[in-house]
């Protein structure tokens, strides 16, 4: 090799390591950083997941400055002089033009937004695997949780059950069992096991009958269930909120602020998340595979506000509404009008990743991600934590 050829090749090496030092440096300071995280949502029925009109709901968050959220709305180009909305967007060809400029920004980068999207009638399936079959299971001495297992059943049971079933009948366990969390009274309860035993007699599958046993079982079990479920619980933005605390917490150890869009339902747990913001207890890590996450979470205060006196949280609005806009068409087979087409070359999927409560036809752990790799169960250690915490000042401050 000549020396000329060698002198090129230690100057491309240099750089290339001073590029990665660069890099280095410049994750090591975003991680001593404390933004604020600004949040909305989409599609929130509360409890309430049987919902034609809204079937599906998404939280979006992101740590976009005043200037760079304020530079993302300017290609809204709306001549109004009101707050900026998807809906009111939505409704001519030129606002969704505005809404797709927005969304196509290389401003909008997988680091500084999160999107969380749940089929509402696949999260009712899964609740009745971990509400149900999960607690009886446990009682067992089995873990669902490992290897996915809870993952698998619930995919398998919501294809499963309106090809074999009476789908009137599968839709009408579904909202009685809705019901029953919401009331947890006996009436409601055998409200719902007589449907799930009439969805067992439509089944053109005898084999597939046993699954439907399985749900049946959880009778014996049910009012230990009911007693650690509380009638709330079925709200998919208590958990999407907690999985994107989560997932902020892990860049930013640090902590951070947190803005909410006014939220009832989230207002309503203000003292559980304080709770699972307890900075005063050692850090824990919990959950299985790519499950797992850290207690506490970092927040360091939590304030709801109208997202008229926040850019931010109007870009936070446009996002989750257009996550849940794509998501609906994607679910009811409705790919052909003009805003879904232009949101769907967007490769959106690379927002969302595994943050979503969505059916698939993955059963295995090597098709779920699930091979399990150790860890605590989430479901047995959270209650310690919580038993044991002390609600963070700052999160309880209303002002």
Known sequence: MSKKSKSRRDVRKKAKEQKRNKKRDMQIKEKQRIPTIYFDESGNTGSNLIDLDQPVFTLASCTFSKEISEQLLELIDSNSTQEVHFKNLRRRKSGQDAIIRLMSSKLLDVKCVKINIFLKEFMITTKIVDILIEYMMHLMGEDLYLNGQNIALSNMLYYCLPTYCDKNLVQSMYRLFVIMIRSQDQENIDNFYNEVENVKDSSSDESFKTYLDTILATKKFIDGALNCTDKHSL???????????????????????????????????????????????????????????????KGKSLKFASSKDFSQIQVSDIIASS?????????????????????????????????????????????????????????????????????????????
């Open 323 to 399: 996550f849940a806009y794509w998501a609906t068409g994607v679910s009811r087979g409705e790919t052909e009008d003009y805003l879904f087409l232009e949101l769907d070359k967007l490769d959106l999927n690379r927002f969302v990743g595994h943050n979503k409560i969505w059916p698939t036809k993955d059963v295995t752990p090597e098709e779920l991600g699930t091979i399990h790799n150790g860890g605590l169960n989430a479901a047995d250690h959270t209650p310690f934590f919580l038993y044991n915490a002390t609600p963070n000042p700052s999160v309880m401050n209303t002002e």
């Open 235 to 297: 709200d998919p933005s208590i958990p999407a909120f907690f999985s994107q605390c989560a997932q902020w917490s892990a860049l930013y150890p640090k902590g951070f602020h947190i803005i909410h869009d006014d939220s009832h339902s989230l207002e309503k747990e203000r003292l559980l998340f304080a709770q699972f913001m307890d900075w005063t207890q050692n850090e824990v890590e919990l959950g299985y595979d790519r499950r797992k996450y850290n207690l506490p979470l």
